[in-house]
C-alpha cells in the first residue's frame, strides 16, 4: 500500500498546476535549447577556425611568391640595367661603323680602281645615294687627300705620277 501512496501522490503532485515540478521541466527544456545553440555556435566557430588556419596557410603561400617576385623585379631591374649599357654600346659601335662605312666609301671614291667597299650588302639603295651625294669631307668632317696630294693639298711626292724622275 505504501507503493500506490507514493504512485498516488507523483501522480497528483505532477498533475498540479504551479507545481515545482513541471517550473523544473521547464527550466530544463530552456538549459537544453541554450545548449543546443551553444553546442552550434561551437561548430560554427570550428569551421570558422578551420577556414582561418587553411587562409593561414594561404597567406605563407602568398608571402613566399610576394619574396620571389621581388627576388625576380631585383633581378629584372638588373637585366634592365645591363641591358642599357649593351644599348649603349651598340650605338657607339653603329657610330663607328657609319664612319667607317662613310671613310671606305670616300676611299673608294677617291681610289676608284681599289674598290674596298664594293658590293656591300648590307648597304641600302638610300644610304649610297645620300653618301654620293655628300662630298666625304662634309660627310666626315675629315680632309681625305686625293691621289698625289698630302692632307694639306700639297702635292706628295712619294706618289709616283707616272712622269719620270730625274735620275
Given at each position: 500500500m505504501r507503493t500506490y501512496t507514493l504512485t498516488l501522490a507523483a501522480l497528483t503532485l505532477s498533475t498540479a498546476p504551479g507545481c515545482i515540478v513541471w517550473k523544473i521541466e521547464e527550466e530544463l527544456v530552456k538549459a537544453n535549447d541554450t545548449l543546443v545553440r551553444v553546442e552550434t555556435a561551437l561548430e560554427?566557430?570550428?569551421?570558422?577556425?578551420?577556414?582561418l588556419v587553411l587562409l593561414q596557410e594561404?597567406?605563407?603561400t602568398l608571402d613566399s611568391i610576394d619574396g620571389s617576385l621581388t627576388r625576380v623585379d631585383t633581378s629584372l631591374a638588373d637585366?634592365?640595367?645591363e641591358l642599357?649599357?649593351?644599348?649603349?654600346?651598340?650605338?657607339?659601335?653603329d657610330k663607328h661603323m657609319s664612319s667607317l662605312r662613310g671613310t671606305i666609301s670616300s676611299i673608294d671614291r677617291a681610289i676608284p680602281f681599289l674598290s674596298v667597299g664594293a658590293d656591300d650588302p648590307a648597304e641600302t639603295p638610300e644610304s649610297a645615294e645620300s653618301e654620293s651625294s655628300t662630298?666625304?669631307?662634309?660627310?666626315e668632317g675629315k680632309n681625305i687627300p686625293g691621289e698625289g696630294e698630302t692632307s694639306e693639298g700639297e702635292p706628295n711626292e712619294s706618289v709616283s705620277t707616272g712622269a719620270p724622275t730625274g735620275g
Open positions: 560554427e566557430v570550428t569551421r570558422t577556425n578551420e577556414r594561404q597567406l605563407g637585366v634592365d640595367k642599357d649599357r649593351i644599348e649603349e654600346s651598340l650605338s657607339a659601335m662630298p666625304p669631307e662634309e660627310a
